[in-house]
């Protein structure tokens, strides 16, 4: 597989008339990987992507997408997918007939039951798009995305407003998508989903990345944690604590597994139960808390 990255971005400014909404970001998405840009409300996402996608012309630095300008429609558009938050098929139009539609507006080839089929929508395949649910409506949209198995795909929020099992079948078509090669790039609200998939993560805020990296190099900058409520005889705690006035305690610590090893230790030893105890390696949502801390 060619390690050339699929988008090359270099110092991107852009500005909305005197408000700078992107300040010199540099950033690059490697074949295969899933990249996920997330980030605080207002932070340029939506900008960056715009211009990434070619519908934004940058106020000054260098976006390539496959080596060329995005704005090179014809070389770049067929092998990008995208899916917005609203594709806009008219409500007027069955499903069968909007999927058959992104063929021509896309340039790529597909076979429009195997993508209906793809995005779980066989059964409503005759069913007016005005008549589809909220649900039903973002399957739709992610088939702009998948259709003709592009190399490149953006998915912007693509699972708000679905079920669980529709989650699940989503990111389902996202890995066999990823097996075949396809590179993706994701903007999510929900953390969970890009601490579980994303091979790197650009957090954005105010027009910069706060931090770019694997999950685990995000999640590292900041402690572990465990909390537990000791019984009100138990002895001198082993550990450096904070307290709170319900009675609970507070470890924080960059060496979880041992720090949790001696609390149990400390605890069989004193016969101490160590109510509501809980103990987690640090998560994506408490990198996201500490942005503005
Ligand atoms: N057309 C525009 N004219 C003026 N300002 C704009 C325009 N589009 C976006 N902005 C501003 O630029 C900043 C970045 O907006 P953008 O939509 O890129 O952020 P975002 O990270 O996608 O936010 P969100 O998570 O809230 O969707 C915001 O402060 C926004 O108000």
Do not use: C
Not at 53 to 81: I, N, W, Y
Not at 279 to 287: F, I, M, Q, Y
Request: proline fraction near 5%; hydrophobic fraction near 40%; charge should be negative.
């Amino acid at each position: 597989m060619s390690t050339t990255p699929v988008i090359e971005v270099e110092r991107l400014n852009l500005k909305y008339g005197d408000f700078h909404a992107v300040r010199d970001l540099s950033f690059e998405v490697r074949p295969g990987e899933l990249y996920a840009l997330l980030g605080t409300n207002g932070a340029g996402k939506t900008s960056t992507l715009e211009t990434v996608e070619g519908h934004r012309v940058p106020t000054s630095g260098t976006v390539r997408v496959f080596g060329q300008s995005p704005r090179d429609r014809k070389a770049v558009r067929p092998r990008m997918g995208i899916m917005l938050q609203d594709s806009g098929f008219s409500p007027d139009l069955t499903v069968r007939e909007s999927v058959g539609l992104i063929g021509g507006l896309t340039r790529r080839d597909d076979d429009v039951d195997r993508v209906v089929d793809l995005v779980g929508l066989n059964h409503r395949a005759g069913t007016l798009v005005g008549q589809l649910s909220g649900g039903e409506k973002r399957r739709l949209d992610f088939a702009t995305a998948v259709y003709g198995t592009p190399e490149l795909i953006f998915l912007d929020e693509p699972t708000t407003g679905l079920d669980i099992q529709s989650r699940d079948d989503l990111w389902d078509a996202v890995d066999r998508l990823r097996e075949n090669g396809s590179t993706v790039v994701l903007t999510t609200h929900y953390l969970e989903e890009a601490q579980q998939r994303a091979d790197r993560i650009g957090l954005m805020h105010k027009g910069v990345f706060h931090r770019e990296g694997t999950v685990a190099e995000l999640t590292r900058t900041l402690p572990a944690v465990i909390t537990f409520t000791p019984s009100a005889t138990a002895p001198a705690l082993p550990l450096p604590v904070a307290a709170a006035a319900d009675g609970s305690v507070r470890v924080e610590t960059f060496h979880l597994q041992k720090d949790l090893h001696l609390l149990l230790a400390w605890a069989q030893d004193h016969a101490v139960e160590l109510r509501d105890l809980s103990a987690g390696p640090t998560r994506l949502d408490d990198v996201f808390r500490a942005i503005e801390s």
